[in-house]
């Protein structure tokens, strides 16, 4: 079983105060924080501590950061950095701040991409890298 993290609004996580969560799956669980130092809102995506001891998975956590820190795109989130605290695996990108209703159109247009791939996948149309 993943050992989860289960932070909760105002639990402090390195520089960070926890404001809330905003989801989980079977690797991580993401959070919305409050950089103390410099005062943005960030998004934290946290590798479980159980998946950060295994190297494989660690590896492709900071390869899925690094790749997304290439993109360069006013709809693509700003990856802020990666590092380890408190022993979990950690990579902090921007909040998106749309203007009402883009963050629903953006997250139905992601949903249907998703649908898409694994079609694709399920095909084998999609390589892994």
């Known amino acids: 079983m993943a050992e989860r993290m289960s932070l909760v609004n105002g639990n402090r996580f390195g520089v960070y105060v926890i404001e809330s969560q905003l989801g989980s799956g079977g690797m991580v669980e993401v959070y919305r924080a409050r950089d103390e130092q410099l005062q943005p809102t960030v998004a934290i995506k946290m590798l479980l501590r159980t998946q950060t001891a295994e190297g494989d998975?660690?590896?492709?956590?900071?390869?899925?950061?690094?790749?997304?820190?290439?993109?360069?795109?006013?709809?693509?989130?700003?990856?802020?950095?990666?590092?380890?605290?408190?022993?979990?695996?950690?990579?902090?990108?921007?909040?998106?701040?749309?203007?009402?209703?883009?963050?629903?159109?953006?997250?139905?247009?992601?949903?249907?991409?998703s649908r898409q791939m694994r079609s694709a996948d399920r095909r084998g149309n999609v390589r892994g890298s």
């Open 57 to 113: 998975r660690r590896a492709r956590f900071l390869q899925e950061a690094r790749a997304a820190s290439a993109l360069n795109h006013p709809n693509i989130v700003t990856i802020y950095g990666v590092g380890t605290e408190e022993a979990v695996t950690t990579w902090r990108w921007s909040i998106f701040r749309g203007i009402h209703g883009c963050a629903d159109s953006a997250w139905r247009a992601a949903a249907q991409c």
